[in-house]
């Protein structure tokens, strides 16, 4: 069964760091290129990350340029993205998703998905 799975998020201080983890089961996440997406309350779902399965190339939405990285770790099937200086407005539900092509930027070009995971950041 093919699968993606997030987990990692939870309630953090402003200023404060999350590592979300995103792995696969049922397929190898090494043929696709990973990107992560959030939706906050009431807004759409917008794209935040992506990191290539040929080089490795990273990309990342200007708001969290200098304090989101995203890996992977293909012998461990999973893409992780470390979370860094983290502000109120990076409050939603993260997602993970698979494009066998490239590092799409809309979420139609994404083929499988996980299920989400919150985080939230208050004092």
């Known amino acids: 069964q093919v699968q993606l799975v997030e987990s990692g998020g939870g309630l953090v201080q402003p200023g404060g760091s999350l590592r979300l983890s995103c792995a696969a089961s049922?397929?190898?996440?090494?043929?696709?290129?990973v990107g992560w997406f959030r939706q906050a309350p009431g807004n759409e779902r917008e794209w935040v990350s992506c990191?290539?399965?040929?080089?490795?190339?990273?990309y990342y939405v200007d708001s969290v340029k200098g304090r989101f990285t995203v890996s992977r770790d293909n012998a461990k099937n999973t893409v992780y993205l470390q979370m860094n200086s983290l502000e109120p407005e990076d409050t939603a539900v993260y997602y993970c998703?698979?494009?066998?092509?490239?590092?799409?930027?809309?979420?139609?070009?994404?083929?499988?998905w996980g299920q989400g995971t919150q985080v939230t950041v208050s004092s």
């Open positions: 049922g397929f190898s996440l090494d043929a696709y290129a």
């Open positions: 998703a698979t494009d066998l092509i490239s590092c799409g930027y809309y979420d139609y070009e994404y083929d499988y």
């Open positions: 990191i290539t399965s040929s080089d490795g190339s990273t």
